[in-house]
């Protein structure tokens, strides 16, 4: 229809320069149209027939837009208006078609595979049409580029594994540098597993002026199937610990049925949850707690059962790893004075074999009593006052303490003890801690969760009870059964408090996980927040020994809360060399890229280190490599690495300096082929159309292809010629007159106007 009122197609006029060709002046022309516009509105209002002002103006006005809009389309055409455009020259440029060979493109949409519905809508004329006018390249494109004789080799060859469009374009852009290449047509659904194309590979084609003309093919939204969308889980934990992963997924087709959520490490299930669908194409989240268990590399799955009739299952499951530590962390207690909260918090530690509490408890002025030290030296001279001695810990609580017990260079200590050495800080209520031990006045004020009450008299010695808040229902550190509706409710069944503290006001960046109801006040009871490297909480409670002492013998809540609050304190706590990868887990490349921050014993960034990398990999292959130091960023080391094989490895970090070791750290990836493709098998429109649209090339759907070879020869990349399209002839400029005239003379008929 489009080329039938305008003789052309869109791209002459999406690609071409509006011109007039008549030997007349444009400044004239401009006259004229104004002159039209002045003499039509003198003419029409000498003319006005005697009716009230505001009906006739309105009527007129309508006629003498008519007038002028006839008069001025008319001049404009004396001009010979035109489109010059640029033509590719007929068998002097080259047409690179480019297929996409990869699994996706195997999937079967209405009875045909996607590759199947592209070759024979290339057989289908559009490929012979295109020969007539130019020369073909034909290519498959996958992981890499690959040129091909003929469509026949697509039909043979066994489907790639990954797609790489953006690979795929610069293969393409440096093979073809000194070739007169006229336009590129791609045939994908646009499943790129590369993250997308990038804008150098953008920026070539359009500062050649290389149009890339797309066709997709594939359903845009599968109609029947449940897919993870992502699991976000820790990459580190310690051993035993309860884990969070928050599962991620969406589905077409199954709202409102119910399935099940699962993780599992190998054939063994760490936990399940029944789950409710949300509506079609909505994404839902859900989280999943487990223990991760016995130390080591764990490679878990987590996967949504199957539905009836779904026609992609090889997406409802993900795998992500986990590198399970069992090395002990060491936390310092200092409490100010004897008391019940003091034994149980000892009491719900003594089962943990990770977490070890050594303590310094103030029995009078100038006396301490100190339990679970390694060495008799160790605390012998009271609270730590050099970096060597308490930097070796991995957390520090605070009990019923006034600030004023440490010193000035102590408190400096403890600020960089956060925010330097990356250890967690808990200070717990008491009648001489927080407000009323003087924090809020402290050099330490900034350091905590909570904006502290400036006065004295906060701590209560009266009953309060705890819920949580809704930040509070899905944490590890307050999550005592695993369904988040019965963990509030537990929460809302323990036993009262004896004593409470007023907190203040969380500061912006904090969480709170727990409330109280202190008669008819409702106070912050657990808040957290990051500080630096490290994190901070406050608990304004001296009292949670009634949980234990009122329970029911033998029930674990008390120990459980305690233990996670103090594997949340340390859990994060680096070391001084700590290795990281951008991801865990890659799809189909096996290109990573290796970070390590080192410290020396103080904390400090040790840029003078020596860092080497010790890479064990599949079938025993072992590779090292050293890692050099980032210029901007004193301590960073990266190295560039391929895992050319699929599978699991296990790299170590170790850091020297001289003969001295710093440390060393240990971390887990994989390789993962063929899998990416499983996911979004919906065609991927939007980006089809935005590679097509910003190297100035079209999007096809396959129905609509009999058109491109027309619409392919406008194009400035190439050999081209420059034409020049009249316009004055179009069927549209007839119609339009025609429309002009008709419609003022039926107005002028039934208003009688003029």
Request: hydrophobic share 40%; with cysteine; proline share 5%.
């Amino acid at each position: 229809m489009f080329e039938f009122l305008f003789k052309y197609p869109r791209a002459v006029f999406s690609k071409g320069d509006f011109v007039l060709l008549g030997a007349w002046p444009k400044w004239i022309l401009v006259i004229l149209v104004l002159a039209a516009a002045a003499g039509l509105a003198w003419l029409i209002r000498s003319r006005l027939p005697q009716a009230s002002p505001h009906v006739r103006n309105w009527k007129a006005g309508v006629i003498w837009l008519l007038q002028f809009a006839m008069a001025a389309l008319l001049l404009i055409l004396l001009w010979q208006p035109a489109i010059l455009v640029a033509e590719l020259k007929p068998q002097q440029n080259i047409i690179a078609v480019l297929v996409d060979d990869s699994r996706s493109m195997s999937i079967p949409d209405n009875g045909a595979t996607r590759e199947s519905q592209a070759v024979k809508a290339l057989e289908g004329g559009v490929l012979d049409e295109l020969q007539k006018k130019f020369q073909i390249r034909l290519y498959r494109v996958d992981g890499q580029l690959a040129r091909i004789s003929k469509l026949d080799e697509l039909k043979t060859s066994a489907p790639a594994a990954a797609t790489r469009i953006g690979v795929g374009l610069r293969q393409l852009a440096g093979e073809a540098a000194d070739l007169p290449i006229g336009a590129v047509v791609l045939l994908s659904d646009g499943a790129d597993n590369s993250g997308g194309i990038d804008l150098e590979t953008i920026s070539t084609f359009r500062s050649r002026r290389i149009p890339v003309h797309t066709v997709g093919f594939g359903l845009e939204q599968v109609p029947h199937d449940v897919e993870i969308d992502d699991a976000i889980v820790a990459p580190r934990a310690l051993a035993d610990s309860r884990l969070a992963a928050q599962v991620s997924f969406h589905q077409r087709g199954y709202g409102g049925q119910k399935t099940m959520l699962t993780v599992r490490d190998g054939e063994k299930v760490l936990a399940a949850r029944e789950v409710t669908l949300a509506s079609d194409g909505e994404s839902q989240s859900e989280t999943l707690l487990f223990n991760a268990g016995a130390a080591g590399a764990k490679t878990l799955q987590f996967s949504i059962d199957a539905l009836p009739g779904e026609e992609n299952r090889a997406n409802n499951a993900v795998t992500r790893m986990v590198n399970v530590e069992s090395n002990k962390r060491r936390i310092l207690y200092v409490e100010g004075e004897p008391r019940w909260e003091y034994k149980f918090i000892r009491r719900a530690e003594e089962d943990d074999r990770i977490v070890k509490l050594v303590s310094m408890l103030r029995t009078s002025e100038n006396k301490i009593y100190r339990q679970g030290i390694d060495d008799p030296k160790e605390l012998a001279e009271g609270f730590p006052s050099r970096v060597e001695d308490l930097f070796g810990y991995q957390a520090l609580i605070i009990g019923s303490l006034e600030a004023s017990y440490f010193t000035a260079a102590q408190q400096e200590l403890i600020r960089q003890f956060v925010d330097r050495r990356g250890g967690g800080l808990l200070l717990l209520g008491g009648r001489a801690s927080l407000g009323d031990g003087g924090w809020g006045a402290s050099s330490l004020a900034d350091l905590l969760p909570v904006v502290l009450p400036n006065k004295k008299g906060t701590f209560h010695r009266d009953p309060a009870t705890v819920e949580l808040t809704p930040a509070g229902a899905d944490n590890t550190i307050t999550r005592l059964v695993e369904d988040p509706a019965r963990n509030v409710e537990c929460w809302k069944k323990l036993p009262y408090l004896m004593n409470y503290q007023e907190a203040g006001t969380p500061k912006p960046g904090a969480v709170v996980l727990a409330e109280m109801n202190a008669g008819s006040r409702k106070l912050p009871l657990l808040i957290t927040q990051n500080y630096g490297r490290g994190r901070t909480a406050v608990l304004a409670t001296g009292g949670t020994w009634r949980w234990q002492m009122s329970q029911p013998l033998g029930d674990p809540t008390h120990e459980e809360f305690w233990q996670q609050l103090l594997r949340w304190l340390v859990t994060d706590t680096p070391g001084r060399v700590v290795a990281s990868v951008p991801s865990q887990m890659l799809f189909d490349d096996g290109r990573i890229r290796f970070s390590a921050d080192v410290r020396d014993k103080n904390y400090l960034p040790a840029a003078d280190a020596r860092v080497e990398a010790h890479i064990l990999g599949p079938g025993g292959a072992a590779v090292q490599i050293e890692m050099s130091p980032d210029a901007n960023t004193p301590g960073t080391f990266h190295a560039d690495w391929n895992a050319d094989k699929p599978g699991s490895f296990l790299t170590e970090v170790t850091a020297t300096r001289g003969t001295e070791e710093l440390g060393r750290d240990v971390l887990t990836f994989a390789r993962m082929d063929g899998v990416a493709e499983n996911f979004h098998t919906g065609q991927n429109r939007e980006l089809l159309e935005k590679l097509a649209s910003q190297t100035g090339g079209r999007y096809w759907r396959p129905q609509d292809l009999s058109r491109l070879p027309n619409e392919i020869s406008y194009s400035e990349a190439g050999i081209t010629v420059r034409d020049t399209k009249d316009l004055w002839n179009m069927p549209a400029v007839f119609l339009l007159i025609l429309l002009l005239r008709s419609s003022e003379w039926l107005l002028r008929r039934k208003w009688g106007v003029v």
